[in-house]
């Protein structure tokens, strides 16, 4: 089973180049259905929020950036319930620096970035991909017995330790495929 991943911004006639032969699937929130379902902004509800007993999130990036503690703004539970795809994120610019992610809603520990991403993405992401798009994870998995397939992502960075970039959902996608999920 060959599963890559490549930048969605990427050309065709790059991407066909680099990978012949290749099923080329966009798994972004740009993405066609029922790929989509696969991106983290994709509001299946009913998630369940770490660390928060009885608490659920629309979609794994609205309760990534619920928990997101800053300079001049605590956790948003506003952001759990966020449906569209759009508007989630939560930014420096607009609230400070990011001092971390805290343990659940009501918690008093505040999570270091890639502590945050081993307790909280990483969990969440998973729960998703095990119990809300379980379909479009056996559709990759036939995919790929069939052929290479590229999963296209904004980023590519499939290493949680490596803090420098954002971590890519896709290259997380594919580990879960080839049943190498990170600890």
């Keep these: 089973m060959v599963?890559?991943?490549a930048g969605r911004r990427r050309g065709a006639a790059s991407l066909?180049?680099?990978f012949p032969g290749a099923t080329v699937i966009d798994v972004t929130s740009?993405?066609?259905r029922p790929w989509?379902?696969?991106s983290p902004f994709y509001p299946h509800g009913g998630i369940p929020v770490p660390f928060s007993p009885g608490t659920a999130g629309a979609s794994v990036e609205g309760i990534w950036q619920a928990l997101k503690v800053f300079d001049t703004a605590d956790v948003d539970p506003a952001k759990l319930t966020a449906t569209g795809m759009t508007g989630l994120k939560r930014t420096v610019r607009?609230?400070?620096q990011v001092h971390g992610h805290r343990q659940g809603l009501t918690g008093s520990t505040l999570l270091d970035y890639e502590s945050a991403r081993r307790q909280i993405y990483l969990p969440v992401y998973r729960w998703v991909?095990?119990?809300?798009?379980a379909e479009e994870v056996q559709g990759l998995r036939r995919l790929a017995e069939a052929?290479?397939?590229v999963l296209l992502d904004y980023t590519t960075n499939g290493d949680v330790a490596d803090l420098s970039t954002p971590l890519s959902h896709a290259a997380l996608i594919r580990r879960h495929l080839l049943g190498?999920?990170?600890a």
Excluded: I, K
């Excluded at 991909?129 to 798009?133: D, I, N, P, S």
């Design 30 to 32: 740009r993405g066609p």
């Design 94 to 96: 607009r609230f400070g």
């Design 147 to 149: 052929g290479d397939v």
């Design 180 to 182: 190498d999920w990170p």
């Design 3 to 5: 599963v890559q991943v």
């Design 36 to 38: 989509v379902r696969l």
């Design 129 to 133: 991909l095990e119990h809300r798009a």
């Design 16 to 18: 066909a180049a680099a």
